[in-house]
């Protein structure tokens, strides 16, 4: 195996295993570790790394780096004598016989995810704690992600790791109204941490499949708790599974930004529209509609179009106007101009834009959407000033790129 092979299947297991071992772990352990517990897991992996770098990778690499990390944290255990966690200790559990559907992973995982969004903990740390302990992200990572400053990131995952070791306790899923009042906050994570992966606002990439990947599992697994199992949860993995759908589509063979009017639909993900139309189907024998089904529904016209110009958009728009009232963020208002604008024309569209200058000012995707809007209407002038503003404030290089040549087609009408 090449040095390149054997970063990229490490980088692949270090993703996938991390939340697993380190759920595992604090639970047999305590959350009070939890600094030495992802200590010894990075320990596992720098082993890893030295040592099938010489050696073939063992049949079970998920095994070995369970057991490397245990018994890590077991010696940092003993060598700093603290007997009273190693007598808590339930007994090393076999890895080797724990697949991913296994009870035991699963329900460890089941119970770290409400103790990331445990209730002492702002939203802004439950996303930062989330991402840090159950998808393993770097500090460096999870500030570019948040577009937070890297020093103040890395202070603020340590305030919320000291009330995860203080405030937590053992790990436990919530019942009753606390299990109510929290899954919200769970769901809220997951829903913005799978929205940054579908379009990372900084880094050469466009999407950051991983990340949506991860959402999308988190998900599933909190379906394996019944009292879990809510229409809010249906609806965010329909509307998760429809966007991911359409993932082969968005990104061309050069890596260019390919918008959803040219992409080529045979690309899309068959299984993953058929897994979306189940979720949002059993999301709908609920009474009330939430703002996660209608994002899902919005999803689901989007991407089971047969073409762009069969988009059905006045139902797309009377979906906006809904989610618009249970949801007036200056986000939503501005994806339901886009809407708006196919359905009463670019002209009635802009107008309305004016009224979110103030929530939006010097946004990228604000300009980006103006500019397009004034080409809409052979206003090249007005699209061409607009766009060189959202060029300035774009981080993403693939989304960049793409403003950068639609400039240039402008330019040259």
Not at 135 to 161: M, Q
Request: aromatic residues 8%.
């Amino acid at each position: 195996m090449s040095a390149t092979e054997l970063n990229t299947t490490l980088d692949h297991l270090f993703r996938h295993e991390y939340a697993k071992i380190v759920s595992l772990l604090a639970s047999k352990f305590s959350t009070e570790l939890i600094d030495q517990i992802e200590d010894a897991v990075q320990e596992s992996l720098l082993k890893a790394a030295k040592l099938w770098s010489m050696q073939p990778m063992p049949d079970n690499p998920s095994a070995w780096l369970y057991r490397v990390a245990s018994n890590h944290l077991i010696d940092q255990l003993r060598r700093n004598q603290k007997s009273t966690t190693l007598d808590h200790w339930k007994g090393d559990a076999n890895f080797e016989e724990i697949s991913t559907e296994d009870e035991q992973l699963i329900d460890g995982q089941l119970r770290m995810i409400f103790a990331c969004c445990h209730p002492s903990m702002k939203l802004q740390e439950q996303l930062m704690l989330s991402l840090k302990l159950l998808c393993g992200l770097s500090v460096k990572e999870i500030a570019r992600a948040l577009l937070k400053n890297e020093e103040a990131t890395k202070k603020a995952i340590t305030r919320a790791k000291q009330k995860f070791k203080t405030e937590v306790g053992e790990l436990v899923v919530p019942s009753g109204d606390a299990l109510k009042e929290r899954l919200e906050s769970v769901l809220q994570v997951i829903y913005l941490l799978f929205n940054e992966g579908y379009k990372a606002t900084e880094g050469d990439q466009l999407m950051r499949q991983d990340l949506c990947e991860e959402a999308i599992r988190l998900a599933f697994i909190l379906t394996n708790e019944k009292a879990c199992e809510t229409s809010e949860l249906y609806s965010l993995i329909a509307m998760m599974l429809f966007k991911a759908a359409r993932f082969p589509a968005r990104i061309d063979v050069e890596g260019r930004l390919v918008t959803l009017e040219l992409q080529d639909r045979k690309l899309y993900r068959e299984d993953y529209m058929q897994w979306g139309w189940k979720f949002l189907h059993e999301s709908s024998k609920s009474e009330s509609s939430s703002i996660y089904q209608l994002e899902a529904a919005i999803a689901s016209y989007y991407t089971v179009a047969p073409s762009y110009e069969k988009t059905n958009w006045k139902q797309i728009l009377r979906l906006y106007d809904t989610l618009a009232r249970l949801k007036p963020s200056p986000v939503v208002k501005m994806s339901r101009l886009f809407v708006l604008s196919k359905v009463e024309g670019a002209a009635k569209a802009l107008q309305q834009m004016d009224l979110l200058e103030a929530d939006l000012p010097n946004q990228q995707s604000f300009l980006a959407l103006k500019a397009y809007l004034y080409a809409q209407l052979e206003d090249f002038e007005n699209a061409i000033s607009h766009i060189e503003k959202a060029i300035d404030q774009a981080d993403n290089k693939t989304e960049r790129r793409f403003l950068e040549e639609r400039l240039l087609s402008w330019k040259k009408r």
